[in-house]
């Protein structure tokens, strides 16, 4: 079993920076795949960010790619999504997602979940 606890979720201006934090704990973090997922009231839950287990390997939604970067610490258990350049569209609940083998774009391919963090961008 995994445990994901994310953090650093808030109320942000238009343009402005967030930083997410997700702590796992429960299995060998530098063997999972990580990813953010974002869903946002009546929509589906959306793909933001991927990174490999080493960190090598990064992926994005076009939607974010250039104003968002995933990162991770295998020595603290913890990944990260820097948030930049926020816009209202943004708004979301944010989650943390673990899986065993590669990384994916696809909420179901993940095993673990954290409980979300909430993201509100003004404008």
């Not at 009546?42 to 990174?51: C, N, S, T």
């Not at 104003?67 to 979301?92: C, G, H, W």
Request: with cysteine; charged share 20%.
């Amino acid at each position: 079993q995994v445990q994901l606890v994310e953090s650093g979720g808030g109320l942000v201006q238009a343009g402005g920076s967030l930083r997410l934090s997700c702590a796992a704990s429960g299995r060998t973090f530098s063997r999972l795949h990580m990813g953010w997922f974002r869903q946002a009231p009546g929509k589906e839950r959306e793909f933001v960010a991927a990174i490999s287990w080493s960190g090598s390997r990064t992926y994005y939604a076009d939607s974010v790619k250039g104003r968002f970067t995933i990162s991770r610490d295998n020595a603290k258990n913890t990944v990260y999504l820097q948030m930049n350049s926020l816009k209202p569209e943004d708004t979301a609940v944010y989650y943390c997602a673990a899986r065993s083998s590669g990384s994916s774009w696809l909420p179901d391919e993940y095993e673990y979940w954290g409980q979300g963090t909430q993201v509100t961008v003004s404008s």
